[in-house]
T-cell receptor, first 111, second 114 residues
Framework: KNEVEQSPQNLTAQEGEFITINCSYS?????LHWLQQHPGGGIVSLFM???GKKKHGRLIATINIQEKHSSLHITASHPRDSAVYIC?????????????FGEGTQLTVNP | DTEVTQTPKHLVMGMTNKKSLKCEQH?????MYWYKQKAKKPPELMFV???????INESVPSRFSPECPNSSLLNLHLHALQPEDSALYLC?????????????FGPGTRLTVL
């Protein structure tokens, strides 16, 4: 079992739909990161969370430390949101220097 | 300036070649990272430099040799690579190493080993 599990692996949505991507982890963490990777390869850090909830534009990330679970929500999805979304955790034992990545969720938003 | 730059964007090399990948940031970050990413897989950590000193080496083969000549620059020297080393090589930086710090990624170098 991977230390970081994401679901779903693939997600197709229509423009305007509300999207949720889930991440569960099994290790003690010091922080959880949500990353976005477009087909060109570059990775953008969307959020870093250690508790609660963060919002940036149409993106919302939440984390429940007790349940070891985080969600990334996209409201009013748009084709430009199409990308791979990756959840990564920084383990407590390494002070977070080493990120453990989930396998990613491929999101496709159709117009 | 919140940018990490990497050169070259693409690199094709033979198994006997020696080449280097370069990564640069001017954000004053003191931690820099090399990752390897195969197609449709998440990045795999290779090396972490903290304050210009190698702090993590994830048992990477010696044909990959990292170098951090100063706080802004990170190199990855390549020698006698194998075709299975073909991948996207990503550089990242953060203020210091540790989870409380966002990592900023470069666009990557797509390496093909023939």
């Amino acid at each position: 079992k991977n230390e970081v599990e994401q679901s779903p692996q693939n997600l197709t949505a229509q423009e305007g739909e509300f999207i949720t991507i889930n991440c569960s982890y099994s290790v003690g963490i010091s922080a959880l990161h949500w990353l976005q990777q477009h087909p060109g390869g570059g990775i953008v850090s969307l959020f870093m969370l250690s508790s609660g909830k963060k919002k940036h534009g149409r993106l919302i990330a939440t984390i429940n430390i007790q349940e070891k679970h985080s969600s990334l929500h996209i409201t009013a999805s748009h084709p430009r949101d199409s990308a791979v979304y990756i959840c990564a955790v920084g383990a407590e034992e390494t002070s977070g220097s080493r990120l453990t990545f989930g396998e990613g969720t491929q999101l496709t938003v159709n117009p | 300036d919140t940018e990490v730059t990497q050169t070259p964007k693409h690199l094709v090399m033979g198994m006997t070649n020696k080449k280097s990948l370069k990564c640069e940031q001017h954000m004053g970050h003191r931690a820099m990272y090399w990752y390897k990413q195969k197609a449709k897989k998440p990045p795999e950590l290779m090396f972490v430099y903290s304050y210009e000193k190698l702090s993590i080496n994830e048992s990477v083969p010696s044909r990959f040799s990292p170098e951090c000549p100063n706080s802004s620059l990170l190199n990855l020297h390549l020698h006698a690579l194998q075709p299975e080393d073909s991948a996207l090589y990503l550089c990242a930086s953060s203020q210091i190493s540790g989870s409380g710090n966002t990592q900023y990624f470069g666009p990557g170098t797509r390496l093909t080993v023939l």
